[in-house]
């Protein structure tokens, strides 16, 4: 399903939720509902979801990309899941179009930071980190992804190894590899996920990289980390791997 604005619709936030809620349905509510119960849904205290497709929910964000800082931040401060799905998918379109400037590029990447508390699941930090905060870091000091790599809180560790998918797909690796260090001794099963697969997009490019990051940690490394890296190794190397 697409949605259309008019050329006289307010882009604002109460508009975006007035439309969004146009396509509510139970189907899809309940659809949504065991989704996040198998995924991880867990990890998102408090969330609460309308039931719209998230499909849906991108093609409303597209028709309202320029929507401004201060009204993606009200969309934000929602209760609702696909609410704020919405404000970071206007987000991360922002960042990917060439016609942002780099002030809005610094006004997204500072709201994104301002409001990690209501970046509260996985799909969501997955969903702007790459192009809202690797982009804008893209050719600037990193230091605040190790910084966030040693968070207390979840989502910001999480952004700290999702944003290094920007530097990868450039061929820069470096930053990936030192944050898993970091987070090879965390203790969720999301960051585990996380760190294992952006490690493996990082293998596509420099095989002998992840080797090299193997061969000292996978001895000690959680499992799932490891077996998420080794993922498009052949058989004789995944059984070497997970027999360490």
Known sequence: ????????????????????????????????????????????????FIGVRMGTVFSLAKEMIEM???EIEKLLENKFHEVRAGALSIMDKQARSKKTGEVRRKELFDLYLKRTDQINNWDLVDLAAPHVVGGYLSDKPRDILYKLARSKNIW????????????????ELEDTFKIAEILVGD?????????GGWMREAGKKNKTKLLKFLDQYAKTMPRTMLRYSIEHFDQQERDYYLGK
Do not use: C
Request: aromatic residues 10%; positive net charge; without cysteine.
């Open 1 to 48: 399903m697409t949605t259309k604005t008019s050329p006289k619709t307010k882009i604002t936030s109460l508009e975006f939720i007035k439309q969004l809620k146009t396509h509510q349905s139970e189907e899809e509510f309940q659809k949504i509902q065991r989704y996040f119960k198998s995924k991880e849904g867990e990890y998102g205290e408090g969330d609460v």
């Open 68 to 70: 401004p800082t201060a």
């Open 156 to 171: 910001e560790r999480r952004t700290s190894i999702v944003s290094t998918s920007y530097f990868i797909r450039k061929g």
């Open 187 to 195: 203790k969720e099963d999301l960051i585990h996920k996380a760190t």
